[in-house]
């Protein structure tokens, strides 16, 4: 009798002889594969239970500034994690590759490598400090058995390339076991030099170093879809490079006035579109995201689209233009919408319809009352993040109090969790968590006065592929998964 799968409603049944059953884990890869053509990669944000899988960093409540995550990335199979802090480090997390299969393992990332990409530097001209803090990672796909990332504090852009060594030449003709170099006279035979197995060591090392090109502070850095080319944005201009080229650049906006008296908007964020390469937005702290043409103009000065809400009168007040300047911008994987995120809210944009978003979700609008002493305290002027998960279906986004929000574009539905250390044993679910604006506080509320402004979670992304996330809370990396059952 010939043996086949036979799947129904999501149960799985082996017809033939029971000698040949399958394996544990080639029934929860088919397990996993078939709730992966439900939901899509990635898919779920409020049906799904979210569960604690491991948490990076130190401890103590003492914290270095040094030790502050500044930036989060996957790579594009979501295998490797990166991380940036303000000492100038990059430290790259593997997922296990025995974990793969293992669905109750799949949040499961171990140090890979960790190396420091920036160094303090002084401009001397300018007598100025040059920060060692990572802004941006982002990765390029891979193309053969070495990873490359690009990684950039506020002036200076590198391409490191990370690699894997497990074997090591021996029997130079020239060079003793040690290193030594040999007389060429004592020679009298010839060796064939052979490969001899090592240690598995992962080496980073700098590629391309792309410098002297930004007057003002990096703010965004996005590889272009061609793979060849990359922008990097400051607040007046963006520049466009190319991977193999470190010497030059071409300038493809620049909108500092002639008199800088006049200047009334900076550039916040740039991206470039995932599919079409010559197409690529900002975004201003003005509230407007441009979105630009490169095959209209060598300067894209002039743009193609401009996406703004207008304003309501009603919510007018004196900061209005601190709220709306947008700190991040993204585009989905589709290449469809974009997303925008401002101080109070997310915005999801078709880039067919240019003056108002389709989606709008309010991230933390109890704090609209709050204004005065968040501007007081400068936690007005911080700059969140956002991201999308692998099918575009849902967004995420950080808040105060170590909270961050998942809001479901199909569903219309969002909730609220905490990354906390009271959580922390493995595939602990995680409770919705709710804030209390103003009266009587049920029993499972915060109130928005107990807020703890000094938590915020600034940084997350979501694996491209599968239901893991990974968000920064000051020091810390946390890594959340969904429950299987």
Same mark, same amino acid.
């Given at each position: ?110 140090? %890979?490598? #960790?190396?420091? /990409? ?6 001397? $001209?300018?007598? +100025? @400090? =040059? ?95 061609? %793979?060849? #080319?990359?922008? /990097? ?6 520049? $466009?490079?190319? +991977? @193999? =080229? ?112 389709? @989606? ?126």
């Amino acid at each position: 009798m010939q043996k086949k799968w036979v799947v129904f409603f999501g149960a799985f049944w082996w017809q033939g002889s029971n000698e040949s059953l399958p394996s544990a884990e080639v029934v929860m890869f088919l397990k996993f594969s078939l709730r992966s053509i439900f939901y899509g990669a990635g898919g779920g944000g409020n049906d799904i239970q979210w569960c604690f899988s491991q948490v990076k960093g130190a401890v103590d409540d003492d914290v270095a500034e040094a030790d502050i995550i500044s930036t989060v990335e996957f790579n594009h199979s979501g295998e490797l994690l990166a991380t940036g802090d303000k000492g100038g480090r990059v430290v790259i997390f593997q997922q296990e590759q025995e974990n793969k299969i293992q669905s109750l393992s799949r949040g499961e990332y171990n140090v %890979y490598s #960790t190396f420091q /990409s920036h160094e303090p530097e002084f401009d001397y $001209l300018k007598s +100025l @400090e =040059i920060e060692e803090k990572i802004n941006k990672i982002r990765w390029l796909p891979q193309k053969n058995a070495a990873q490359f990332l690009l990684s950039t504090n506020d002036k200076t852009i590198k391409l490191w390339k990370i690699s894997e060594r497990d074997k090591r030449p021996e029997g130079y003709n020239l060079k003793e076991e040690d290193g030594r170099y040999r007389d060429p006279s004592t020679v009298t035979t010839l060796r064939v030099p052979v490969f001899r197995p090592m240690d598995l060591m992962v080496e980073a090392s700098p590629r391309r170093i792309f410098a002297n090109a930004h007057t003002y502070h990096i703010n965004s850095i996005s590889i272009n879809s061609d %793979y060849e #080319t990359y922008l /990097s944005a400051d607040d007046l201009r963006i520049n $466009l490079w190319h +991977l @193999e =080229i470190t010497d030059r650049s071409f300038n493809i906006v620049d909108i500092k006035p002639a008199n800088m008296e006049e200047l009334t908007e900076v550039i916040t964020a740039a991206e470039f579109h995932p599919n079409s390469c010559n197409t690529f937005v900002y975004s201003s702290s003005k509230g407007t995201i441009r979105l630009c043409d490169m095959r209209a103009s060598a300067l894209c000065d002039r743009h193609s689209k401009l996406f703004e809400e207008p304003e309501d009168p009603s919510n007018r007040s004196f900061f209005s233009e601190i709220i709306s300047s947008i700190s991040d911008v993204k585009f989905s994987h589709s290449g469809r919408y974009m997303m925008t995120r401002d101080y109070l809210s997310v915005k999801i944009w078709d880039l067919n319809m240019e003056n108002r978003p389709v @989606e709008t979700y309010q991230v933390h609008e109890y704090l609209r009352s709050k204004l005065c002493s968040l501007y007081e305290n400068d936690c007005i002027f911080d700059k969140f993040e956002c991201c999308w998960n692998g099918s575009d279906s849902v967004v995420m986004t950080g808040s105060y109090n170590n909270f961050f929000r998942m809001f479901d574009r199909n569903t219309k539905r969002d909730i609220t969790l905490e990354a906390s250390r009271e959580n922390n044993k493995p595939r602990t679910v995680l409770k919705p968590r709710k804030v209390c604006a103003s009266g009587k506080r049920k029993k499972d509320e915060i109130s928005v006065d107990s807020l703890d402004f000094n938590k915020k979670i600034l940084h997350t992304a979501w694996h491209p592929k599968e239901n893991i996330i990974a968000v920064a809370t000051t020091n810390n990396l946390y890594i959340f998964q969904d429950k299987v059952n």
